[in-house]
């Protein structure tokens, strides 16, 4: 029992740590790719290549001034960061990041708790993160921060359905909720699911983009319409939150994408941490390279597209898949 | 419907393939403070004052310049040698004032003033941009012989 609990605590540490890094640095990929995107040369002063980036940008915000608007509700306004970063981090905890592994004599499993509904889990608690950005934007007290927060609520509201539905058809063939299972179904490269569910990944993707309030779909911090949406009011740390809640959400979702369709860490030659790697890596470069092609969608075409062509294409999917399956 | 269609199989991959391509083109940033970009021969930066080979000042503070000067920038004081050759005794530049529209180095009679290619002297306080004639003097561009510079600033040839 006793070295359960220290074992998960370990592991809790490892996987925070791995992922705040991975955050920080994300941030710092997306700023040197549209560089490029755009043939700029993106941070290149702090460090080599600008490495050290990331760490001048966290200190600088912890040394800013905390900044609370008059007219704020000042309760909720300091819930809402912590409201959008919590359940950012807490879908990591039924990610499978490698197969088990034998460190002094402990058979350990790289996956903080192999939960057997880990997909509805991770869907429950990704959907709670659009809370911190509605509450961030109704305590503000400022007009900018209510039209994102409204849009956010409205934009998660739609794109949740069609979110939820395009992994049932997975769900279906597979027959089981636990992502451990899903990852070890996928063993060879043919059987990954996105060759079963090519459909199912699109939408996947796509309203996995609009779920982390990431361009196209960035319309909740719209910063050329909205300043910056419902973080405008934010400043210091609070900011930072904001911030880092953002990619730990990419970043999570993109863990989930490989996880489901992309088989996990499954792969040849290296270790299955570092494919895993890898293949989030991928995922967080087709994020950057969205935001530096497509525009931001106008409102009634968000809901258009989300209500119109997603939500039946998922439900054709969904119904599709069951009677292959069936018969 | 076909609309949509286009859309997504030949607008979308065509916007993608478009950016990739970007992502591999060099760079067009010049790094500023340690890297700097040549001027364009005519930029008129931070005036100079030409001298003949002899090391003799040319201006002989006619004041033509102060009169084209239209934001009144230069103020000149003169003097006599004793072969009553004038000279400026006092130039003065104030860089505040001057819009560096280059009247007074097409007004100057002795190809005198010049504007080079200078262009940082930011400065802290408004006396620094008291620009003298000692100052002027320094400031001329070294690697050129001089008969040459002038003729390639005066007439316009390039």
Not at chain 1, 124 to 132: E, K
Not at chain 2, 16 to 34: A, D, E, W
């Amino acid at each position: 029992m006793l070295t359960f609990a220290i074992i998960s605590a370990l592991k809790v540490t490892v996987v925070i740590i791995a992922v705040l890094t991975g955050c920080a640095y994300a941030t710092w990929l997306e700023r040197k790719l549209v560089g490029r995107f755009q043939h700029r040369i993106g941070p290149n002063m702090a460090g080599p290549f600008g490495l050290l980036q990331p760490i001048a940008d966290g200190i600088k915000l912890i040394f800013k001034e905390d900044i609370v608007p008059d007219n704020a509700e000042r309760i909720t306004y300091a819930l809402a960061p912590i409201v959008m970063f919590i359940p950012a981090l807490l879908s990591y905890a039924v990610v499978p990041f490698g197969d088990q592994v034998t460190l002094f004599g402990y058979r350990i499993d790289m996956v903080i708790s192999d939960l057997n509904i880990g997909i509805l889990f991770i869907f429950a608690v990704t959907s709670l993160g659009v809370y911190g950005i509605v509450l961030a934007g109704w305590s503000s007290g400022s007009k900018y921060s209510l039209l994102g927060g409204i849009r956010s609520s409205a934009q998660m509201l739609s794109y949740e359905v069609a979110y939820g539905l395009s992994i049932i058809g997975v769900l279906v063939i597979a027959g089981t909720l636990s992502l451990k299972e899903l990852v070890a179904q996928q063993e060879h490269f043919f059987d990954w699911f996105i060759f079963r569910q090519p459909v199912g990944f699109v939408l996947y993707a796509i309203c996995a983009v609009a779920e982390t309030n990431r361009a196209p779909f960035d319309l909740a911090e719209a910063e050329s319409e909205l300043v910056a949406g419902y973080h405008t009011e934010y400043s210091s740390l609070r900011f930072a939150m904001f911030f880092i809640g953002e990619y730990a959400n990419m970043i999570a979702v993109s863990s989930v994408a490989t996880t489901i369709f992309l088989g996990g860490w499954h792969g040849p030659f290296l270790p299955p941490v570092v494919w895993f790697s890898i293949k989030v890596f991928f995922f967080m470069s087709v994020y950057i390279w969205l935001r530096a092609t497509l525009p931001r969608l106008r409102y009634d075409q968000l809901m258009n597209f989300g209500w119109k062509i997603l939500f039946p294409l998922a439900l054709l999917n969904v119904m599709l898949t069951a009677l292959v399956f069936r018969f | 419907m076909i609309d949509v269609i286009r859309t997504i199989f030949i607008a979308f991959p065509k916007g993608f393939y478009t950016t990739l391509k970007h992502l591999f083109i060099k760079p067009v940033t010049i790094q500023y403070p340690r890297v700097k970009k040549p001027m364009a021969p005519r930029y008129r930066g931070l005036h100079y004052l030409e001298i003949y080979e002899d090391g003799t000042e040319r201006c002989v503070c006619c004041g033509l310049c102060a009169a084209a000067c239209p934001a009144d920038a230069i103020y000149m004081e003169g003097a006599e040698k004793e072969k009553s050759e004038r000279y400026a005794k006092i130039y003065e530049i104030n860089l505040l004032r001057c819009i560096f529209c280059g009247f007074c180095e097409e007004a100057c009679p002795e190809e005198a003033i010049f504007l080079g290619h200078e262009y940082e002297f930011s400065n802290d306080n408004r006396d620094s941009f008291i620009f003298t004639k000692e100052q002027m003097l320094a400031n001329r561009p070294v690697k050129e012989k001089p008969f040459k510079r002038i003729i390639r600033r005066v007439r316009r040839i390039f």
